[in-house]
């Protein structure tokens, strides 16, 4: 893996979306799940522990989600209603016993609009929103469970990580903080189709790419996340296996709209934007990447028609930033947290370098902040207002685009700043505000789809962001590694795979 250290086995794990990757979603899980089975498709929503759901047609903030049978956790007690209200309470209800601050920062903000939540009987759960939530399926996928039965034998969530416990293919034998995490599969796993064959698997952090690749060649690890470009053709020729694909996914930098942050002129975001060489960091990536014009590439149905273009036009970001009384003769200073790896970074000090030396073309001089991946997501949650943003005016986060409110809607919504969501920036915009409300209360989809693609195209016209890249996922694996599906997502399903002797 790319982090810094093991995903925290505790449910609402750590490590930012890669440790739901390989922590979150293969020891636990949610109600509802992800299509993870084909490459060719873009993946969908499907039953996960809940067997379906609906939303009342008289009471749009209620839903209710009909929960599967037989389903145990890995200690064996039974999962049921009573067990999903234990978690909901773990990560929203600050007076439970087993309340979780770092699990809390983890999930509350994905589920922004749950009012209450109850037990209708044993098998059923119901959700009340604060208003009619179109997107509650996409945001209830991030919730997985935790065993209550195992917490409780533990005594705390520090002992818990000791014997976790929750529903999913794999259960952890083995957890050594900063060293590895030892999988094996669960013999008792409720999907038959998804039972693993592997004897066990063994993730370690090792969030330097040279490194990375230095284990998969001495034959200490069979596959990699994210290989340094200019160790690519050297692993094809010596019979590694490359594997990547199209997912929603962005690279940017997330800006500062506070008062005092230069890039609260709209200007000076612009002329950012132009000053970026996206073809030649693709060819500096060896090609991993597709330039970005927006939070979701041009191929998305949300992309829309936005007015501005983001291209490499360093003339006319020269003319915008002296429109804004700055230039190669009046620089301007910034700062900006970014981290040396982590989650969906890819390659973050080499682009940083080259944006640096982009922006320094145009009159802007690139100070970096960098940070251990945990500590840079630790800020980003808390909000550039927090102290610990220490006079940075950006941070450099990647982001997964695969539903409207992870990709587009969280990020600006004025009503989510810290410690209410991740609107780090604190932007805050009425027009925005009102498409971020019809998108959540708009339940038919062509409607729904004209709102998302009107709040794109306002992220592109006021270039709300500096957009960079969309990540196509590159792993490299020794060449006994069969069966993986790299999917068109973040996350992926480890249980098809195998290794030949």
């Known amino acids: 893996m790319t982090s810094s250290d093991v995903p925290l086995p505790n449910g609402q794990t750590d490590q930012g979306a890669e440790g739901m990757r390989f922590m979150g979603y293969q020891v636990f899980e949610a109600l509802v799940a992800y299509d993870l089975s084909s490459a060719d498709k873009p993946v969908t929503l499907i039953p996960g522990l809940a067997s379906e759901w609906s939303v009342d047609p008289e009471d749009q903030t209620k839903w209710t989600f009909t929960l599967r049978k037989g389903v145990t956790f890995h200690d064996g007690s039974a999962f049921d209603s009573h067990a999903v209200v234990w978690n909901f309470d773990k990560i929203l209800n600050p007076d439970a016993a087993q309340y ?12 922004p609009t749950v009012a209450s939540y109850r037990a ?6 119901e959700i009340t929103t604060t208003a009619p939530d179109a997107l509650i399926p996409y945001q209830i996928a991030w919730i997985v469970m935790s065993s209550p039965a ?28 900063r060293e590895r995490a030892v999988l094996v599969p669960y013999d008792g796993y409720w999907n038959e189709d998804r039972k693993s064959d592997l004897d066990e698997l063994v993730l370690m952090p090792v969030p330097d790419p040279s490194a990375r690749v230095a284990a998969l060649r001495s034959g200490q690890v069979d596959w990699i996340e994210a290989p340094p470009p200019d160790a690519l053709d050297s692993l094809k020729a010596a019979g590694f296996t490359i594997s990547s694909n199209v997912y929603p996914h962005v690279w940017p930098w997330h800006f500062s709209m506070l008062d005092g942050s230069p890039w609260a002129d709209e200007r000076i975001r612009k002329a950012a934007n132009l000053a970026i060489d996206r073809e030649g ?55 900006a947290i970014i981290s040396p790896a982590g989650s969906g970074q890819m390659q973050p000090m080499l682009m940083n370098e080259l944006i640096q030396q982009n922006l320094a073309a145009i009159g802007i001089d690139v100070e970096f902040d960098v940070r251990d991946w945990n500590a840079l997501l630790a800020n980003w949650r808390a909000g550039a207002k927090d102290a610990s943003t220490d006079g940075a005016q950006s941070t450099n986060s990647s982001y997964f685009s695969q539903d409207p409110f992870t990709s587009l ?5 004025s009503r989510l700043v810290a410690p209410k969501g991740t609107n780090w920036g604190y932007y805050s915009n009425p027009e925005a505000d009102a498409l971020i409300d019809q998108i959540r209360t708009t339940f038919d989809p062509a409607e729904q789809l004209e709102a998302i693609q009107a709040l794109h195209e ?7 962001f500096l957009f960079v890249a969309h990540d196509v996922a590159p792993r490299a694996m020794a060449p006994e590694v069969q069966g993986f599906v790299q999917a068109q997502n973040w996350f992926q399903d480890l249980t098809p795979v195998t290794i030949e002797e």
């Open 120 to 125: 209708v009987d044993d098998m059923t759960f």
């Open 100 to 111: 979780d601050e770092k699990q809390s920062a983890q999930g509350r903000g994905r589920i």
């Open 281 to 335: 960091m693709k060819v500096l990536l060896g090609g991993m990447m597709v330039p970005a014009k927006g939070m979701v590439p041009e191929t998305s149905d949300w992309f829309g028609t936005p007015e501005f273009e983001v291209k490499y036009d360093p003339e006319a970001a020269i003319a915008l930033m002296k429109e804004a009384g700055y230039g190669p003769d009046n620089r301007l200073k910034v700062k």
């Open 409 to 413: 809607m969280r990020h600006i919504d």
């Open 458 to 464: 306002l992220y592109v016209n006021d270039a709300l």
């Open 150 to 177: 195992a917490y409780e034998a533990a005594g705390s969530w520090d002992a818990f990580l000791q014997s976790p416990s929750g529903t999913g293919p794999f259960k952890v034998s083995e957890y050594v903080p």
